[in-house]
């Protein structure tokens, strides 16, 4: 059984939110700098790779089903949502 994108979203936000504690734990121990970047630098892989799941899966099911609706007005809401999200996440 393979899995949906967004159960594959939630286990890398599972594992980001392991890998962090580490981070926060590495910090507290004031451990090498170097060796703290390269887990946060993890940490930030593993929520970029989150997002990008839920993104093509919010564009597969939700965006689709939204375009097949006649209001024209719920169709110009989704593309504002995407378009704003998008803009969120190049910052």
Do not use: P, W
């Amino acid at each position: 059984m393979q899995m949906n994108k967004r159960e594959k979203a939630l286990i890398a936000f599972k594992k980001a939110n392991s890998l962090l504690s580490k981070v926060v734990e590495m910090m507290s121990n004031n451990d090498y700098c170097i060796d703290i970047m390269q887990q946060n630098l993890a940490v930030l892989g593993l929520l970029k790779s989150a997002h990008q799941l839920l993104m093509e899966s919010h564009l597969n099911i939700c965006f689709k089903k939204a375009m097949q609706v006649s209001s024209e007005k719920r169709k110009q809401e989704m593309i504002e949502e995407i378009l704003k999200v998008t803009k969120l996440a190049n910052k």
